[in-house]
């Protein structure tokens, strides 16, 4: 009996063994994993940032942007070159390395997407006026377009006749000098 409580106890034993290193063997599975998935996210997210940049650099250009006024948005006020080089790598399909170039590409792309909004919002206007009649002296009055129109006509010719009449008297008044000067003083 001793022999088999012996067997007993070290295939008991063994058993523990076997689910003690099973349950490490889990256990680091588990982080592996964990660590592979967070590898695996941040690769998400550095494909996302390259296809961000890449996104927000088409849309400025279809908005008639050139790169160097990009690149100046890019770089800022401070002009931060690291942010430039980053954002420049991020559209030739690299990552930032160091984690702190990663959020810098990140903060860049956000001021990047808060200027493409602004710039859209400002073709939107210009847009919206596009055919419509604005000047100072008609857009505080209850008038329609057609009547603007009209109304600008109006001022338009006023304005014209009015530098037509200052040109005018300005030639008579300088006709008048000249002959001020030249027969009336000299027979003094």
Known sequence: MIVSARALTSSAASGRRASAAR???VERERGMSARRSGVVVRADAGADLIRKANVLTDD????????????RVVAGNRNDLKALSHYQ????????????GL???EKTLEDLVSYVEQKA?????WASREGKVTSSVVDNTNLSEEEKRE?????????????????????????GFVTLVAFVLPDK
Do not use: C, H
């Not at 109304?151 to 006709?175: F, K």
């Open 23 to 25: 349950g490490r063997r």
């Open 121 to 125: 919002d400002e073709e939107q206007f």
């Open 103 to 105: 959020r810098k590409l």
């Open 60 to 71: 400025l250009k279809a908005m008639k942007t050139t790169m160097p006024t990009i690149r």
């Open 151 to 175: 109304v600008t006509g109006l001022v338009a010719n006023v304005v014209t006749y009015g530098v037509q009449g200052a040109v005018w008297n300005a030639l008579i008044l300088l006709v």
């Open 89 to 100: 790598e991020a559209l030739e399909g690299k990552l930032p390395s160091e984690e702190d």
